[in-house]
């Protein structure tokens, strides 16, 4: 099993809609979570930490479920800014203290 | 502004030589730094873990004879890629974190390397 599994994508939706993005982890050890942007050919940048009570970052909200290592991002009113990649970052602990381990990403598309 | 700087953005080799791409922090000491690779389409595969004055911890899979990494200081880590093949083709990018930002992590703008 990977240790970070997003949904598949591509997603695809008009303006205006809301989406859902769903992420499991393996480790149980992991101590944080993360949901990050990419966009094509760019770095990777931090959209928002994910804790276990959950958090709203305007049109963002993300969840987190220990119990079932499962991670939430819902995206609301869609804007076609929001196209990217968005990927699942969990921090594990490792042979060299922790690291962060990427999921392979969810590309969601919005279009007018 | 970018508080990890990353160099080169773009490079093109010819197979059989040697790459070096640096990560800098600008604004901090980074007392961990990361190396990732990412194919297209793929999602970013950690290679290793530099600390400062110390080895790096690579990833199974990982040839460290391969890629060199160098953490010599507390705001620069190089990683070079020897004897560079086609398959080495990839976007490589660094992260960096210290307890003294909160354990935030950091991302290079990351680097393009061809290999030819």
């Known amino acids: 099993r990977k240790e970070v599994e997003q949904d598949p994508g591509p997603f695809n939706v008009p303006e205006g809609a809301t989406v859902a993005f769903n992420c499991t982890y393996s480790?149980?050890?992991?101590?944080?979570f993360f949901w990050y942007r990419q966009d094509c050919r760019k770095e990777p940048k931090l959209l928002m930490s994910?804790?276990?009570s959950g958090n709203e970052d305007g049109r963002f909200t993300a969840q987190l479920n220990r119990a079932s290592q499962y991670i939430s991002l819902l995206i609301r009113d869609s804007k076609l800014s929001d196209s990217a990649t968005y990927l699942c970052?969990?921090?594990?602990?490792?042979?060299?203290?922790?690291?962060?381990?990427f999921g392979k990403g969810t590309t969601l598309s919005v279009s007018s | 502004g970018a508080v990890v700087s990353q160099h080169p953005s773009w490079v093109i080799c010819k197979s059989g030589t040697s790459v070096k791409i640096e990560c800098r922090s600008l604004?901090?000491?980074?007392?961990?730094m990361f190396w990732y690779r990412q194919f297209p389409k793929q999602s970013l595969m950690l290679m290793a873990t530099?600390?400062?004055?110390?080895?790096?911890?690579?990833e199974q899979g990982v040839e460290k004879d391969k890629f060199l990494i160098n953490h010599a200081s507390l705001t620069l880590s190089t990683l070079t890629v020897t004897s560079a093949h086609p398959e080495d083709s990839s976007f490589y990018i660094c992260?960096?974190?210290?307890?003294?930002?909160?354990?935030?992590?950091?991302f290079g703008e990351g680097s393009w390397l061809t290999v030819v």
């Open positions: 992260s960096a974190g210290t307890p003294n930002s909160g354990n935030t992590i950091y």
């Open positions: 970052v969990v921090n594990v602990p490792n042979q060299a203290g922790t690291a962060l381990i």
């Open positions: 604004d901090f000491q980074a007392t961990t």
């Open positions: 994910v804790y276990s």
């Open positions: 480790n149980s050890a992991s101590q944080s």
């Open positions: 530099s600390n400062e004055g110390s080895k790096a911890t690579y």
